[in-house]
């Protein structure tokens, strides 16, 4: 049995949604995540919102605030300001972090959503308090960004206790943020009473259907660049799933863990986390695929395949710009002479993709996380293209994780024809790899 400090799949604890007499004329702070992509107006200079979607995520809670009278206060935090010089307050005076100011969020909000919000200057003091203190019912604020003062990433009591003393009511409509143990995701519910956001419930029912009760058979689809941040996930999903398609740089660990040649491919095979210094992640590639070896998944209903499949064949090329091609053939012996040595193997091949479309037309549940190929470039896009075509077509739930597989396939024009997209990333991998989450673990323990 495999032992990586991953805990099986478990049935999460129910999560409390805010009632109208629990948030009518009180004052709620909204832990959202507007940590969204910026870009810069050439013409104007402005740094505007270039992708919206975490804010549409929150619109539905925020406008049942406003509708039944809340006093609303949203507080997010946006990239990763260095903070290397602080007033005495706390907060980061650096020039450089200017960048990081949530104004951007502000304006959009504004002009597209048309709220009545107003971005205050702070999180934290008398000069925020005293513009809560002005708010009538249906009003909002929006605090600037939470990491301005490092005491948020740290959990410092007295942060989260300035957070708390601006509202009566918490409300966790972050779910992306829930890995983490900062002063807005656990300090504060256990301060005020406190509700998970109408999005963040939906994603702990759709993710914990894939884990608990998918439709039958479950196929979970796992590709990406670096396998670190899913080994976790990939440990649990392989226990409940019925076939698990591995592809992305995540599957040159496993064809490295059999003893296939992958030339210079990318491969990430050592944690960067220090204390993990004795885990390699060949090895554990390896070893998923031991624990399931017996295990057979069906095709046609009556082709028996391994449950966990890497790919049979890859597109390669010298580097991820090259225009020129070959297609490699890994079920055989591969040479590594001096023409082949500059291969790097960047996307699954067309073998491989008309096995996995075929094992995604009979599936009841499929899971995709990761493309499975350098999808940014057309010459590397087929892998990608082609199971996202295949799940559009399927009548199993199609569930989404992770913002580079979103990114795919509204390249592709067939977001919309997926059941659920979650942009939650690394917080949604931890909660499919078993791990209690700080964010969801406040909730649940909330006064």
């Known amino acids: 049995m495999l032992n990586h400090g991953y805990q099986k799949p478990k049935n999460p604890m129910p999560l409390k949604l805010p009632s109208i007499t629990s948030i009518k004329n009180r004052t709620v702070l909204v832990r959202v995540d507007f940590n969204v992509p910026l870009t810069l107006d050439k013409t104007t200079g402005e740094r505007l919102v270039r992708d919206a979607t975490r804010l549409r995520a929150a619109r539905r809670t925020i406008e049942w605030l406003r509708e039944h ?6 507080a997010s935090h946006l990239g990763r300001p260095k903070c290397n010089q602080l007033d005495k307050s706390g907060k980061t005076t ?3 972090d200017a960048q990081f100011s949530l104004k951007p969020v502000e304006m959009y909000l504004k002009t597209q959503f048309h709220w009545p919000v107003t971005l205050v200057p702070d999180c934290v003091g008398e000069v925020v308090e005293t513009t809560v203190a002005a708010l009538e019912p249906g009003e909002m604020v929006l605090l600037e960004n939470l990491r301005f003062y490092p005491a948020e990433k740290k959990n410092e009591a007295w942060f989260a206790r300035g957070l708390a003393k601006l509202c009566e009511v918490y409300l966790n409509e972050a779910f992306s943020n829930c890995h983490r143990n900062h002063a807005s995701m656990t300090g504060v519910p256990m301060l005020r009473p406190s509700f998970a956001g109408f999005e963040l419930k939906q994603e702990i029912d759709h993710l914990s259907q894939v884990i608990t009760k998918p439709h039958r058979p479950l196929v979970v689809i796992v590709g990406g660049a670096k396998i670190a941040d899913k080994i976790g996930a990939l440990e649990n999903l392989s226990n409940v799933a019925d076939a698990v398609l591995v592809g992305g740089g995540i599957a040159n660990d496993f064809l ?12 990430q095979d050592t944690p960067i986390d220090a204390n993990q210094k004795n885990l390699n992640y060949v090895t554990v590639a390896g070893e998923i695929i031991s624990e399931h070896k017996t295990e057979r998944v069906l095709k046609d209903g009556y082709i028996p395949l391994p449950k966990i499949i890497y790919p049979v064949d890859a597109v390669a090329a010298r580097s991820a710009e090259a225009e020129k091609t070959v297609i490699v053939d890994l079920t055989h012996d591969i040479q590594d002479t001096d023409k082949d040595k500059p291969l790097m193997y960047l996307d699954i091949g067309p073998k491989t993709t008309q096995l996995y479309c075929e094992l995604i037309k009979t599936a009841g549940t499929v899971f995709w996380n990761g493309p499975v190929g350098v999808y940014e470039k057309p010459q590397f896009a087929a892998g990608s293209r082609a199971i996202a075509q295949a799940m559009a077509k399927t009548t199993a739930v199609t569930i989404i994780g992770g913002g580079d597989t979103i990114a795919a396939l509204q390249q592709f024009k067939l977001a919309d024809r997926m059941d659920y997209l979650s942009a939650a990333g690394s917080a949604a991998l931890e909660f499919l790899s078993g791990a209690a989450l700080p964010g969801l673990v406040a909730l649940e323990r909330s006064r």
Do not use: N
Request: zero cysteines; glycine letters at 10%.
């Open 256 to 267: 490295k863990s059999q003893g296939i040649e992958i030339h210079r491919s990318f491969i």
């Open 69 to 74: 009278g809340a006093k609303i206060i949203l």
């Open 94 to 96: 650096d020039e450089a």
